[in-house]
Nanobody, 120 residues
């Protein structure tokens, strides 16, 4: 059994910062890509950023220059540092990971989501 547990969401004023964390635990052999998605009310879930096991990153155009994704492979944890937050960043943020279990079967896992609200 594998779990992704997110933390760090909350309410922040425009221009503020938040840091999201997502820790993977359970029967893990290896983790390939990890990433963050978000879903605003009435909209489809969209990719925010992802990072490979080697550290290569990819960002959506809407967050480039403001958000930074990183990971600690020793802790099976991915982070999302969000700066210069805008009201349009308000959404539920979901952690995602491609994980090979101890049976060497690879699956895509999702966290439960954490709310980020940017408002004055």
């Amino acid at each position: 059994q594998v779990q992704l547990v997110e933390s760090g969401g909350g309410l922040v004023q425009p221009g503020g910062s938040l840091r999201l964390s997502c820790a993977a635990s359970g029967s893990i052999f290896s983790i390939n890509a990890m990433g963050w998605y978000r879903q605003a009310p009435g909209k489809q879930r969209e990719l925010v950023a992802n990072i490979t096991s080697g550290g290569s990153t990819n960002y959506s155009d809407s967050v480039k220059g403001r958000f930074t994704i990183s990971r600690d492979n020793a802790k099976n944890t991915v982070y999302l540092q969000m700066n210069s937050l805008k009201p349009e960043d308000t959404a539920v943020y979901y952690c995602n990971a491609e994980i090979a279990t101890m049976l060497l079967l690879e699956y895509e896992y999702w966290g439960q989501g954490t709310q980020v609200t940017v408002s004055s």
